[in-house]
């Protein structure tokens, strides 16, 4: 799994004044494009470059604009300290283009800190950090106003991407800076949102992380989240533990808690609002934003062949289903523009958020530090100066501007259009666009269509959905080794520090990476995806993926096998008794301690069947499997996530796991007769 992203260039030098209040409009406004850094390699986005300040422990900025009749978009008050340089961009990314035409619109944009070392120069670009902005535009229809309505905007700028946590006390503060316009409002919501305390909120690792993002069960890891903090006075001082939970009368309270977010509160003027911060989200997932309009808006369209064809795009030629033009496009980098046309900002911000967190799922980072969640047209000249930018448009001129992007989704109608404009790639591997005859089963990008077509169709959770992005990902990666391997070329992916070791020496069971029925299906695949790999080994995304492989502080918990290659094994794969008895065996002689049950339960998700495929060894023709299937499961039901997966399976699974576990306890070690005579697996 990949850390947090060290976030990369500067498009407008911004510097911050010594003292605080409000500033207007004296910074750098005019300095040239290309003149803020000599380094071509910084030359990255487009994002207002704020110096990091030790100030603010949740918030660093309260910002507010208004829309002045003589000067235009303006920056009005800021606060703690003014942010000096470009504050018309600063007012225009506020005050987005037809905001006056609404009476509310939220948009996000991002500010680029640049921390500073101790003799005052700027530090090397990793160690840079991005500020989150939520930002609230309001208008206000009154009669003597000028031109008949007041149009203002508030924003924060915070260190946390789940900006969404603010919008409550946004809205108040909104309310009251329209009726005082004055600092002291910006000065109370500052103050507000750094009280909120947060000392108690666990940390979880990425496997961890995994097990809350991709199961939906309320209660995972109670343990850690001090509940008896929020229960009544009576239970003050009550140890949460499993048999408090099980057991007493705290059990109906505790349950009420999803520990899917960490409760809080802010204090702001006289009112307690309640705070749920998320705790089970990864990089490059900012706000709660929905893949569902984008999703139902690509699925619900015609599908039209395409005219143009890209070996990175077109998989399936010109036939390719959009959502997988889509898909690729960011995979390989393509400047990508989502437009809504009759939309309000909002729209195509929440579109472009959550395209980027269902790329990244959890496994790649690196796509909002691209991103331009809202942009118009006044900005384009930056814009087409980002490789690889994602951007959200309501302007229709971009549709007419096929030199601006390489992809356009139009949110509205659901097309996804390839640019006549865009640049081929040179031929690296054999330009052949249809794909290999042969080999069972669908191709893995046509798969993801039919389930998350089918998904749609049949009103599936977002956690679903997202679960099924994360499984695409992680095995377009595993094709990406697989055909590295295959080659027989020297990949950062395959070695000491890569996805697997070039040699399975030490492995208690044979095999890694992806599972293919045979051979032909294996080559099949490959060759179909063959230039999406080469294009996406030319992005910055993979070389960030191959350092966070390459630099992992903590190794894995389980070395001397691939378990997720054997969980595949038993879910996709008819495996006679033998082979499937070595993998049982295999994953009881392993997988004993609590952090490698963690990784083991990252791999079972609630989507796929939880514990399925490990319950159906229960019923193994041989008696030393079922009791190995058996004593696989007693671990995971006493593992603090655990049992919450084993409470998952039906009564038929747990009934015949505890008789089993309680022969091997009484050492009958005398074979039993199997339940069924053949084994099979769920699919």
């Known amino acids: 799994m990949s850390r947090l992203a060290c976030l990369r260039g500067a498009a407008v030098l911004l510097t911050e004044s010594d003292g605080s209040g409000s500033g207007q409009g004296n910074g750098l406004q005019n300095r040239p494009w290309t003149n803020i850094n000599s380094s071509p390699e910084r030359i990255e986005n487009m994002y207002l470059s704020v110096p990091s300040s030790g100030v603010g422990v949740h918030v660093k900025y309260i910002l507010a604009a208004e829309f002045d009749v003589a000067k235009g978009p303006t920056v009005k008050y800021q606060y703690p300290r003014r942010i000096e340089g470009d504050e018309e961009l600063l007012a225009e990314l506020m005050l987005p283009d037809q905001v006056h035409k609404r009476e509310e619109d939220w948009t996000v944009f991002f500010l680029q800190q640049q921390p500073k070392s101790s003799n005052g120069h700027d530090v090397t670009e990793e160690h840079d950090s991005m500020l989150y902005v939520l930002n609230l535009a309001n208008t206000k229809i009154i009669s003597d106003a000028n031109r008949g309505a007041i149009v203002r905007a508030m924003a924060i700028c915070t260190i946390h991407p789940f900006i969404q946590i603010y919008k409550p006390i946004l809205l108040l503060a909104m309310?009251?800076?329209?009726?005082?316009?004055?600092?002291?409002?910006?000065?109370?919501?500052?103050?507000s949102l750094n009280d909120m305390d947060i000392s108690n909120m666990p940390s979880f690792g990425p496997y961890e992380t995994q097990i809350l993002s991709s199961n939906t069960m309320r209660s995972l890891f109670v343990e850690r989240f001090q509940l008896d903090r929020l229960l009544p006075d009576r239970t003050a001082g009550v140890v949460v533990s499993q048999s408090t939970i099980s057991h007493d009368g705290t059990k109906a309270s505790l349950n009420k808690y999803d520990t899917h977010f960490?409760?809080?509160?802010?204090?702001?003027?006289?009112?307690?609002?309640?705070?749920r911060i998320?705790?089970?989200s990864f990089p490059d997932c900012v706000g709660d934003s929905s893949p569902i309009l984008l999703l139902t808006t690509i699925l619900n369209a015609p599908v039209k062949p395409y005219s143009v064809l890209h070996p990175h795009l077109t998989t399936s030629g010109a036939k390719t289903h959009p959502l997988i033009v889509l898909v690729n496009s960011l995979l390989t980098e393509k400047r990508v523009v989502f437009m809504g046309a009759r939309r309000a900002?909002?729209?195509?911000?929440?579109?472009?958020?959550?395209?980027?967190s269902l790329i990244s799922s959890g496994i790649l980072r690196g796509f909002s530090s691209r991103?331009?969640?809202?942009?118009?047209l006044s900005k384009i000249d930056r814009l087409i100066q980002v490789p690889g930018y994602i951007a959200g448009v309501t302007n229709p001129a971009f549709e007419n501007h096929p030199s601006w992007w390489d992809v356009l989704c139009n949110i509205e109608t659901g097309e996804v259009r390839i640019s006549r404009s865009i640049k081929q790639p040179e031929r690296s591997v054999s330009n052949n666009m249809s794909a290999a005859v042969g080999g069972t089963g669908s191709l893995p990008d046509v798969s993801l269509v039919?389930?998350?077509?089918?998904?749609?169709?049949?009103?599936y959770g977002e956690e679903s959905i997202r679960c099924r992005f994360h499984e695409f990902i992680s095995e377009f990666i595993q094709l990406c080794a697989a055909y590295d391997?295959?080659?027989?070329?020297?990949?950062?992916l395959i070695g000491s520090r890569g996805l697997w070791p070039a040699q399975e020496q030490g492995y208690v069971i044979s095999g890694h990476g992806y599972v293919w029925v045979d051979e032909q299906q294996k080559k099949r695949d490959l060759d179909h995806y063959k230039h999406v790999i080469e294009g996406w080994k030319r992005t910055t995304n993979y070389k960030t993926y191959i350092s966070d492989v390459q630099n992992l502080l903590v190794p894995m918990p389980v070395a001397s096998m691939d378990l997720q290659h054997q969980i595949d094994r038993l879910r996709k794969l008819s495996l006679s008794s033998i082979p499937a008895g070595e993998i049982f065996e295999a994953i009881r002689d392993v997988v004993v301690n609590p952090h490698q049950i963690t990784q083991l339960l990252a791999f079972l998700p609630q989507y796929q069947g939880g514990l399925l495929p490990l319950a159906a060894g229960l019923f193994h023709t041989r008696n030393q499997v079922r009791n190995s299937a058996a004593e696989i499961i007693i671990r995971i039901r006493d593992h603090e996530a655990g049992r919450h997966f084993y409470n998952e399976l039906d009564l038929f699974h747990k009934l015949a796991c505890e008789r089993l576990y309680r022969r091997v306890a009484d050492a009958d070690s005398i074979d039993q007769p199997s339940l069924v005579n053949v084994m099979t697996f769920p699919t």
Do not use: H, W
């Not at 039919?450 to 009103?459: G, L, P, Q, V």
């Open 485 to 492: 391997e295959t080659r027989g070329v020297d990949s950062p």
């Open 450 to 459: 039919e389930d998350i077509t089918a998904m749609i169709a049949n009103r």
């Open 262 to 275: 960490y409760e809080s509160k802010i204090k702001f003027n006289n009112l307690e609002i309640p705070m």
């Open 278 to 280: 998320p705790v089970d």
């Open 371 to 376: 991103a331009y969640p809202y942009t118009d």
């Open 175 to 191: 309310t009251e800076y329209f009726d005082s316009l004055n600092m002291d409002v910006l000065r109370n919501l500052y103050q």
């Open 345 to 356: 900002a909002k729209d195509v911000v929440d579109v472009v958020l959550s395209a980027c």
